[in-house]
């Protein structure tokens, strides 16, 4: 096992350091995790807990299979930044919240083949959840020449399958399949994008699928909704969105969303609804946290009322239709 560790983190720190063109040798504070040793645990920056060096560069492989995905989360967070020195360093309001001139991690995703940056964190406040796209994610670790130091970073991983969506019934036909169904005990509950709050990943496409009773229809209402994009939130404009269905299939009458759409509500026609999440390679947003109800569906019934005889002996026909109501059944409504 320990040999199997070292092959790995060899591997990586020679081909990719290359790729990347950033550095000529590896660091002794590089550490490579692989999903095959440990399912989880814990990073931290060098001297956690005292001071990090200045100077520094090191680099953090983690390195799943199959539909694994990377999940990582910071506990503590406190690096290094300049504009704390603020009295002997007159620096431009831009500069004191850029990562640029200050220590920092950054984090690449592959996309297509190559290595793109998801973001640069720096400061004190702790990054959101991070999500690889695949099986693979890298955390590089920088501190200036002229650092001070600080107290560090500490952060936990997972390698996981379930996209950090740990309600519904995950189905093994599709990598981000979810079913939500309604019964006596649950006819309600929550859902979300994956990763949500953090980021989530790129080029990922997530369903959940949701399966009424007869007579009972889906609710979806969308506490929080940022999904990268602008309306018609098409794929020829570099759009991420949320579609949804009334089958298992496209419903081309309904629209796709994106973009800030907090408070949306949606609906079903009858007992099944599809709401589908897709992601392309471009940018990342924080998603949507949405919650569900089966509700009872609206039926329309014929009402036939009987005319009433005016006088003893006179009558005018037999009992005819007045009118036809549609009336909602709603559970209790007409209870005489």
């Avoid at 002997?88 to 290595?115: L, M």
């Avoid at 890298?138 to 560090?152: A, H, N, P, W």
């Avoid at 599709?174 to 929550?190: I, V, Y």
Wanted: with cysteine; proline share 5%.
């Amino acid at each position: 096992m320990e040999y199997k560790l070292f092959f790995i983190s060899f591997i990586s720190l020679t081909i990719t350091d290359v790729a990347w063109g950033r550095r000529k040798s590896a660091s002794a504070c590089d550490q490579t995790f692989v999903s095959d040793i440990a399912k989880n645990g814990t990073f931290t920056s060098p001297n956690y807990g005292g001071i990090y060096p200045a100077g520094l560069h090191c680099r953090y492989e983690f390195r799943g299979v199959g539909r694994q995905r990377v999940q990582i989360i910071f506990t503590d967070f406190n690096l290094y930044h300049p504009h704390e020195d603020s009295p002997e360093h007159n620096f431009p309001t831009w500069q004191q919240f850029s990562c640029e001139v200050a220590d920092r991690i950054a984090a690449y995703v592959t996309v297509n083949g190559r290595k793109e940056k998801i973001d640069d964190y720096c400061g004190i406040i702790k990054p959101k959840e991070l999500m690889s796209n695949g099986a693979t994610i890298t955390i590089d670790f920088f501190s200036l020449g002229s650092s001070k130091g600080g107290r560090g970073f500490s952060a936990k991983f997972a390698f996981v399958e379930n996209f950090g969506i740990t309600v519904g019934e995950q189905l093994i036909t599709h990598p981000c399949l979810f079913r939500f169904n309604s019964t006596d005990n649950s006819r309600n509950g929550s859902f979300w994008s994956p990763n949500f709050p953090g980021f989530y990943p790129r080029s990922t496409e997530c369903h959940y699928l949701f399966y009424g009773r007869p007579g009972e229809k889906v609710r979806i209402t969308f506490d929080t909704f940022d999904v990268e994009g602008f309306p018609p939130c098409a794929s020829n404009q570099q759009s991420d969105y949320v579609e949804v269905s009334n089958y298992m299939t496209v419903d081309r009458k309904m629209p796709r969303y994106c973009g800030n759409q907090d408070g949306l509500v949606l609906e079903s026609e009858n007992q099944f609804y599809r709401v589908s999440f897709k992601a392309n390679d471009r940018f990342d947003s924080t998603g949507f946290y949405a919650t569900y109800r089966f509700i009872p569906v609206a039926v329309p019934v014929s009402v036939t009322r009987r005319q009433e005889t005016p006088n003893r002996g006179t009558t005018i026909g037999p009992h005819w239709t007045l009118s036809t109501l549609f009336v909602c059944l709603a559970a209790g409504v007409l209870s005489r």
